[in-house]
């Protein structure tokens, strides 16, 4: 295998695996927040809504019961949110990273031949099994990077501040711009 047929594969693989299908039905995406508040509390939860008044994010307090609390937007000093699904990122980059360090093994041992069949196979496993958890912990500090920290720019009137920052981010946004009722125009 040549060089140019090596990247022609990496690059196709990549892009098979970075990109959805296209026909697909668009989901809604859950992203979780922190929000501390000007008195120093502390909440956790899925962002489901934010009105002109007040932010709502629902959490689960036992296995079965999911409390929601409303917190004013007058109230909150930031909000840090970040993606709730992270295994899809984590999975590709261990796809990733393994079929590099595969490809790469190969290439090595196609040059510098193997006198056993065996001692190949360990070596190629080998190398898949390191470039997986290569890419497996690279993808996870990079999803772990991408969180946004959220703060009320204008000090004359934070909530209308806060709640365009923060309403893309809600479940309740996404439904209905994915999902409009007739007659309604979305904001």
């Known amino acids: 295998m040549t060089l140019l047929r090596l990247r022609y594969l990496i690059l196709i693989t990549g892009l098979t695996l970075a990109f959805p299908a296209v026909a697909q039905k668009p989901a809604v995406k859950e992203y979780r927040v922190r929000v501390v508040t000007k008195e120093g509390i502390r909440l956790r939860g899925i962002l489901d809504e934010v009105t002109d ?24 000093r930031k909000v840090v949110v970040r993606r709730t699904n992270k295994a899809a990122w984590r999975i590709t980059g261990a796809i990733m990273g393994s079929a590099v360090a595969g490809l790469v093994a190969n290439e090595s041992l196609q040059r510098k031949r193997t006198g056993n069949p065996i001692t190949y196979i360990v070596t190629l496993t080998m190398a898949s099994v390191g470039g997986a958890t290569t890419g497996l912990i690279l993808s996870g500090v990079l999803v772990n ?43």
Not at 162 to 173: K, T, V
């Open 53 to 76: 008044t007040h932010l709502r994010i629902a959490y689960t307090s036992s296995r079965y019961y999911q409390q929601d609390e409303w917190i004013p937007l007058t109230a909150i």
């Open 145 to 187: 990077l991408s969180r946004r920290v959220i703060r009320p720019l204008d000090s004359s009137n934070p909530a209308i501040n806060l709640q365009r920052q923060l309403e893309p981010f809600s479940i309740h946004y996404q439904q209905n711009a994915l999902n409009p009722l007739p007659g309604r125009v979305n904001k």
